[in-house]
């Protein structure tokens, strides 16, 4: 798998969203900020994600929406990093954005469902032009 990152294809020298949130927002869980980059070292070396989805590492939520669960269950909260697989290239997941969830009910899907949304749209556009 191969990893491309918001808001990347809009602006190539914008910061990703998701690599902040690691580097930032993580920067007090430690043991996450590894978590997190092992599971995306894991996630790269796989040619699919079926043992991911059965594992409940992943899920798929509305439409092509995903979510990364690292790890699945975690007392004191959970990252989920949203995604969508690219429609052109199974190969290749757009990471959208990233929370740590201490809620059951995850709270930043409305911003990586607008982000899946303009990524098809920058898709449809270049098909055509």
């Not at 990152?5 to 690691?22: C, G, M, S």
């Not at 590894?34 to 043992?51: A, G, P, T």
């Not at 059951?104 to 990586?112: I, L, M, Q, V, W």
Request: net charge positive.
């Amino acid at each position: 798998m191969r990893f491309s990152w918001y808001p990347h294809f809009l602006d190539p020298d914008a910061q990703a969203k998701v690599l902040k949130f690691i580097q930032k927002d993580l920067k007090k869980y430690p043991d996450l900020v590894i978590r997190v980059r092992e599971f995306l070292i894991s996630v790269e070396k796989v040619e699919n994600l079926d043992s991911y989805y059965k594992s409940e590492e992943m899920a798929k939520l509305d439409g092509a929406l995903h979510e990364m669960r690292i790890p699945p269950k975690r007392r004191g909260g959970v990252v989920r990093i949203y995604f969508c697989v690219n429609p052109d290239d199974s190969r290749e997941l757009m990471l959208l954005d990233a929370e740590l969830k201490h809620e059951t009910k995850p709270g930043r899907t409305d911003t990586a469902e607008h982000r899946l949304k303009e990524y098809l749209a920058y898709l449809a556009r270049r098909k055509q032009g």
